[in-house]
């Protein structure tokens, strides 16, 4: 029982340590028209195949602080999350 008290906290360090190379964005980028976007989902299909995909959000109304996906641009979600910019779904 020990050891695996030792593996969850080893696990949970080595991902603190590494968290600057996992993260798509730095610590320090902020998305000013983004600050209360909701969650993004990620979609598995699109056009009839499987394809994992996110609709980055667009400001509609800075007042009611409504937001809508962009469908017509569709981002690859594998690749946002590795090394884009997951809220506006520019590389």
Do not use: C
Request: charged fraction near 20%; hydrophobic fraction near 45%.
């Amino acid at each position: 029982m020990k050891r695996l008290g030792y593996l969850i906290v080893g696990v949970v360090v080595a991902g603190a340590l590494a968290a600057p190379w996992l993260a798509p964005n730095p610590p320090e980028q902020r998305f000013e028209d983004l600050l209360f976007a909701p969650p993004t989902r990620v979609h598995l299909f699109q056009d009839g195949g499987l394809a994992l995909h996110i609709y980055p959000w667009r400001l509609e109304s800075r007042l009611e602080r409504r937001f809508a996906p962009i469908v017509d641009r569709p981002t690859r979600a594998s690749r946002s999350f590795l090394r884009a910019n997951t809220a506006t779904g520019t590389t």
